[in-house]
C-alpha cells in the first residue's frame, strides 16, 4: 500500500441550468471558482487533468477532450490528461482516479472537472440522445433511454415488495427542494409541498415533476493533491479521500442482478467495499450525497448504504432522517432533484459539498461532520459507485 | 443549396441517432440473433464447452471464454411482473401509448426477466400477472455500403403483446 494519502483540497462549481454558456465556457467559471477557493494555488502547480464528460462528444462534437480543457484552463499537464465517462459517476469515478493517481506517486495535484452542455439548440436532441446512455441494441428500442418509466417499475416494485407509499418517497423530493432553495449554484430555488409533489405532471406513474431530477447544463470542479501539497496549498483543515469502490454486475436490464428491481445488490456490495476500505461502517458517516435521480432512488439507496433497514426506506424519508438533524443529513445541497444533473460534473458538486461539510463551512452545515460519503448510480442502474471522505487519514 | 458540414440535411444516415442496431451480417456477428426473429424465434446463444447459456447473444462464452456457441432458443412467452404507462410526453421516435413491462419468462428460461415495450395494447388495460408474447415487427432500414454499392439493409426488433 502507498504511504500517500489523497485530499480534496478545494472546488467550485458554475452556476447549473440551463445555460447561455458551452461546455468549455462553464469549465472555465468551475475551474476559476476552484481556485478561487484555494489561493495558494496557481494553474503551474496543476500537474494533472482529469476531465469528466458523457455527453460531451455527442452534444458538444469533440472527442479527445481533454487537451482542449488543459488548453482553455491554462493547464500543462504532465501526468495525466484524460476524458472519464462513467455517464451519471463519470465525476466520483474521477476522482477516485486522481486518488489512485496521487496516491501511487504518479500525481501531485490534479483538477478534476467535469462539464456538461445538454441543452444544445433544440431540447429534443438530449433526450434523444440517452438512447446512448443505455445498452443501446437492447435496451434502447424498448424505450427507456430517458430513464422515467425504469424507475418508474422500479417505485412499483418497491411499493410492492415493501409496502412504500407515494408520498414517502415524494417526502425526498421535498426535504432535497428545502435544502437547494438556499444554494443559489443549484438548477432550482424553491420549496416545495406534498400537494405540489403529488399534483405535478405525471411523468411515469407513480412518478410525478418533482420526482424526476432535471438535465441541466453545468460545470463543477475540484484538486485532489498529496496530502503534503494539500497542507501547502490550504490553511483549512485537510480531508482524506478514504475509499471507494465502483460495482458493476450487469448492462443489459435483463441480466438485473437482484430479486427484483427494488432489490440492488451491486449497490450493496459498493457500499461493502467502500466502507471496508476506509475502515468504517455506515454508523460512522455524519452526511451522505446519494444519486436522487429520483425520489424513489434516493430511498432505496438509503437502505442499500446501510444507513436503514432494507425495504424501510420509505418509513426512514418521511420521519426526517435524511434533514439536517436526522440519523443521516442526506443531499444538504439540494441533491441532483434540486441542484440538476449535468452528468459528469454530479460526482464532483456532491465531492465539493462534503469538503464543505467536513470542514465545517457548508450552506446547510451539520454540526460536528467528520465523515462523508457520495454515491451515483449510472444509466439503467448498471453501475454503482461510492466515494468515502473523511478529517482524519485512513485508519 | 446544400450545406457543407450538417450531411445529414442532405438525406445522409447518421448511425449515432438511430435507435435501432445495425442488424446486418456485414456489420455484426450475432446476426442469426436477427435472422431468428424474422422466423417467429426468441433465441441466444450457449456455450457449447460449459454449457453456460446467456443473454444477450455473444460471441465468447463469458463463463469460460469459449468461442464454440450454439443457438438456443427462449421461451415466447411470459407474464407481467410490473407495467409502466406513458400516454404523454413520450420519448420521440415512439407513440403514444408507450407501454413497458417488466416481463417474467418462468423458472427455466436462461433469462428470468426481459424489459420490453407492450404493443397492441390499448392503454391502461395491461395489469400484473397478465399473460404476454413475443411479437416481432419491421423497423427502417438504412444505407450500408457493400464494396463498392450501398444496398439498404432491412431490419426487425421484437417487443411483447398481450396473449389474446
Known amino acids: 500500500m502507498a504511504g500517500r494519502n489523497a485530499c480534496i483540497v478545494g472546488g467550485g462549481m458554475c452556476k447549473w441550468g440551463v445555460r447561455e454558456a458551452s461546455y468549455i465556457d462553464m469549465a472555465q467559471e468551475a475551474a476559476k471558482e476552484c481556485l478561487d477557493d484555494i489561493p495558494g494555488l496557481k494553474p503551474g502547480y496543476i500537474d494533472g487533468l482529469l476531465f469528466a464528460s458523457a455527453f460531451v462528444g455527442r452534444r458538444s462534437v469533440q472527442i479527445n477532450t481533454a487537451p482542449v480543457v488543459a488548453e482553455r484552463l491554462g493547464l500543462n499537464p504532465t501526468s495525466i490528461c484524460a476524458r472519464v465517462d462513467v455517464l451519471c459517476a463519470s465525476g466520483s469515478t474521477a476522482i477516485l482516479l486522481a486518488k489512485g493517481l496521487v496516491e501511487s506517486g504518479m500525481s501531485d495535484v490534479v483538477m478534476v472537472v467535469g462539464s456538461e452542455k445538454l441543452y444544445t439548440p433544440e431540447r429534443w436532441q438530449v433526450q434523444y440522445d440517452e438512447i446512448a446512455a443505455i445498452d443501446h441494441d437492447w435496451d434502447s428500442p424498448q424505450g427507456i433511454g430517458p430513464p422515467p418509466i425504469w424507475f418508474a417499475l422500479t417505485a412499483k416494485e418497491h411499493m410492492k415488495y415493501y409496502g412504500t407509499k407515494r408520498e414517502q418517497f415524494g417526502t425526498a423530493s421535498i426535504i432535497n427542494y428545502d435544502y437547494g432553495f438556499s444554494n443559489p449554484n443549484g438548477h432550482f430555488q424553491r420549496q416545495l409541498t406534498m400537494d405540489d409533489v403529488l399534483n405535478a405532471t405525471e411523468i411515469a406513474a407513480p412518478l410525478n415533476l418533482y420526482d424526476c431530477c432535471p438535465l441541466s447544463d453545468g460545470s463543477a470542479a475540484v484538486i ?22 465502483q460495482v458493476s454486475l450487469h448492462s443489459v436490464t435483463a441480466n438485473w442482478p437482484g430479486e427484483h428491481l427494488g432489490e440492488w445488490p451491486h449497490l450493496r456490495l459498493a457500499a461493502e467495499k467502500a466502507y471496508k476500505r476506509a475502515k468504517i461502517g455506515p454508523e460512522d458517516v455524519d452526511v451522505a450525497q446519494v444519486h436522487d435521480c429520483f425520489s424513489i432512488s434516493e430511498v432505496i439507496e438509503l437502505e442499500e448504504l446501510g444507513f436503514c433497514q432494507k425495504g424501510e426506506g420509505g418509513p426512514f424519508v418521511e420521519s426526517g432522517q435524511t434533514k439536517i438533524r436526522g440519523s443521516i443529513p442526506t443531499n444538504t445541497d439540494g441533491g441532483l432533484i434540486s441542484c440538476g444533473h449535468p452528468f459528469g460534473a454530479t460526482g464532483i458538486r456532491q465531492g465539493i459539498e462534503i469538503l464543505k461539510q467536513l470542514q465545517g463551512r457548508a450552506n446547510n452545515q451539520v454540526s460536528d461532520a467528520a465523515t462523508g460519503l457520495t454515491h451515483n448510480l449510472s444509466g439503467a442502474n448498471a453501475e454503482h459507485t461510492v466515494v468515502i471522505y473523511g478529517s482524519e487519514p485512513g485508519k | 443549396m446544400a450545406v457543407s458540414g450538417i450531411p445529414f440535411l442532405e438525406g445522409r444516415y447518421s448511425p449515432t441517432f438511430d435507435l435501432w442496431p445495425i442488424e446486418t451480417k456485414e456489420f455484426n456477428r450475432i446476426h442469426t440473433f436477427y435472422d431468428n426473429l424474422r422466423e417467429g424465434k426468441f433465441t441466444t446463444t450457449k456455450c457449447r464447452q460449459c454449457g453456460r447459456e446467456s443473454y444477450p447473444p455473444r460471441v465468447i462464452c463469458p463463463e469460460c ?100
Open chain 2, 65 to 164: 471464454y469459449s468461442d464454440e456457441l450454439e443457438w438456443i432458443e427462449l421461451p415466447r412467452k411470459g407474464k407481467v411482473e410490473a407495467v409502466v404507462e406513458k400516454l404523454g410526453g413520450v420519448p420521440i421516435c415512439f407513440e403514444p401509448p408507450l407501454i413497458d413491462a417488466w416481463i417474467d419468462l418462468g423458472e427455466e428460461s436462461p433469462v428470468r426477466h426481459v424489459l420490453s415495450r407492450v404493443i397492441n395494447c390499448p392503454p391502461e388495460s395491461l395489469k400484473e400477472d397478465d399473460k404476454v408474447q413475443l411479437v416481432v415487427f419491421d423497423v427502417p432500414s438504412h444505407p450500408i455500403e457493400i464494396r463498392q454499392e450501398t444496398i439498404m439493409a432491412e431490419r426487425v426488433f421484437f417487443a411483447f403483446e398481450p396473449v389474446k
Open chain 1, 224 to 245: 485532489i493533491a498529496s496530502e503534503e501539497r494539500a497542507k501547502e496549498l490550504s490553511d483549512r483543515p485537510p480531508v482524506y479521500i478514504l475509499g471507494g469502490a
